[in-house]
């Protein structure tokens, strides 16, 4: 167990930044989760903790020692792949053994190890097959194994549900959970899937453009997002945003509710709400329209409970609420929070 | 209404495919049959027969050809000796070397495309006058690698490269295997690109060193097309006669002799077709069951 941090780390690929000078500090067998958009460096980032890369720039520490420079078998770290990466000329338990083997271990302790992680994971029974004859969840039990036999300070996981179908996902996020949580070691996990990154995650560092956004939990990052990037890259549908001069006004389209619905005693911002359509999901209704009042006809979408039974008819003016406490207001030009108290005009429309 | 019926596009001979295709396939056919098929067929008629060049009657004699050359001629069975022992030595120089070579051309360094370039130069210069480089190379009187040698004072007169047995049967490896070089580190880098990242990567990880990755990783990923390149480099050497003739004509005193040559000079130049011909067919049925052994091991490494 360890705790993995990483200062003012830089990778330039040319003159192009892949990750751009970013802080990161994890707790003692905390599950962390790197979460971003394709291409905004958090793989990178992954693969310099690592050892795969080398920083153009800035310290990475694992267990509060430098490891710059050193390679990635003496950094006590365990890596699971998107592709799982098993050695597909070798059978499962030659797989879960190969790290053993590279330490120098005897083949007793070997074999009692491999045994140790295939029956923490389930496997055994899979023990002489080849990663060939295995599906998806399978492999990616193995190369969890593969992981954890060697007792690593630190797990260093890239996307390794992503190439699961969408049902064998919910499973495997589960047991992977839960797995992390029974081992105790400090966890890295990189994902583009802001679902995964919600339910797994102790904190979330939400990384655009080679950079950290902002990093908190689940609740922080969701409920206060430090910028519109990120009040749009979480939450599905994202956050509402709606501009007005020097200011942007969001709320999240489950806090957007008929006026009579809204009002539980609190203080309310109410809005005039143009629907254009209706979509029945079963469990809720999203309704998709506009606000007057704003600097353009910016697109609006509100998530109803099936609870709210509240008719709706389209193409016409409703008036809509959002809890006062639950807007969130923005710097147009910068993106970035601001507190509501700082606002220069009243922003009530 | 008025329906617009287009007009209809005439149909060409050449829109059915049954006509197509084989309008297609025929020039390779016949190519093939006429400078691969037409020679074959002949040199197994004439290995059958005692044909020779003042002689020219197909008489049938079975396999009485075959037994001569084999039990009363015994430069043939230092040729096949020779044969053996140049293929399997310059192909295990090949392979070893080519899968070096294939490492350093993948990795990322300054000038790659150069040095990329020079080692495949030796592949696109024609043989023959790739050799006769080689044969001034090797002179024993003005040899470059002698003067060199002379000049630093590790050598005092000339080394006889092509005039001593051992020699030269060194030195004709050693051509050999410096042509077949490029080709086969081209077709091992295609092995070597296309074992993922992901896996090399997860190697590293999981501690494995440069020569663990080597012997562990990445040559057993590579098998299959480490045999197809040593496949083409011992059907390359068996069937080349070019790098002996031009070097040592078989020399000293057939010491250097091998299959290709031989044949040449008892089939061509003595005119004895018959005997010619079972020569240079002696080691076909070898070569066909060494290149299906080698691309069935391949296929099955790949499955896994």
Redesign the interface.
Known sequence: MAVVEVRGIRKMFGDVPAVDGVDLRTEEGEFLVLLGPSGCGKTTLLRMIAGLETPSDGEVFIGGESVNGLPPRIRKIAMVFQSYALYPHMTVFRNIAFPLKAEGLDRDEQREKVEWAAGLLDITRLLERRPRQLSGGERQRVALARALVREPDVFLLDEPLSNLDAKLRAAARDDLLEFQRRVATTTIYVTHDQVEAMGMGDRIAVMNHGKVHQFGTPEHVYNDPADTFVATFLGSPPMNLLHKGKYVVGFRPEQFLPESVANDGGATTGFTYHVNRVEYLGAERYLYGHVRGFDEETKVIAMLPVTVQVPITTDQDHRFAVASDKVRYFLTETGERVDPEMLQAPLRP | MTTATTPRQPRYLLDNERVLAPLFMTPAVLYIIALVGFPFVLSIVLSLTDATVGNPTYDFVGLETFRRILFDDPVFRTALWNTFVFAVIANVLVVVLAKALAMVLVSDFRGKWFVRFLVLLPWTAPVSLATITWLWTLDSIFSPIDWVLRSVGLLDGNIIWLGKQNLAMSSVIAVHTWRIVPLAAVIMMAGLTSI?Q??R?????????FW?KLF??TI??MAPIIAVAALFGLILTITDMSVVFVLTRGGPTHGTQVLSTWAFFKGIEGGSLGQGAAIALFLFPVLVAVAALILRMARR?EV?
């Open positions: 993922p992901e896996i990567d997860a190697s590293e990880v999981d501690g494995a060193g663990r562990q990783i057993p990923l490494r896994l």
